[in-house]
């Protein structure tokens, strides 16, 4: 089992920024991806962005490149998301993933943060 436990969620204005952080505990796997998903009031949950293990390969939804940074520290067992130049669509239950490298789904999953940005 891995439990992961979101945080640094909160109100912003357009054009901030927010730092999101997930820390993993538990089972401790060698190849692993971790992920940020969100979820928008009546939409579906989208994928954000994603990072293996080490830290070799990012990837993003396109419409959050370039503003968005994904990261990580093994050292914390720790994931973060850097959100710069937030817009409202940006609003959503941000929740934190786990799964194994190679495989498509994602085995767990944290309780999730809101995010609110205003207008």
């Known amino acids: 089992q891995v439990q992961l436990v979101e945080s640094g969620g909160g109100l912003v204005q357009a054009g901030g920024s927010l730092r999101l952080s997930c820390a993993a505990s538990?089972?401790?796997?060698?190849?692993?991806?971790m992920a940020w998903f969100r979820q928008a009031p009546g939409k579906d949950r989208e994928f954000v962005a994603d990072?293996?293990?080490?830290?070799?390969?990012?990837y993003y939804t396109d419409s959050v490149a370039g503003r968005f940074t994904i990261s990580g520290d093994n050292a914390k067992n720790t994931i973060y998301l850097q959100m710069t130049s937030l817009k409202p669509e940006d609003t959503a239950v941000y929740h934190c993933?786990?799964?194994?490298?190679?495989?498509?789904?994602?085995?767990?999953w944290g309780q999730g943060t809101q995010v609110t940005v205003s207008s």
């Open positions: 990072i293996n293990w080490s830290g070799s390969a990012k």
């Open positions: 993933a786990f799964g194994l490298f190679g495989l498509a789904k994602y085995d767990y």
């Open positions: 538990g089972r401790t796997y060698s190849y692993y991806k």
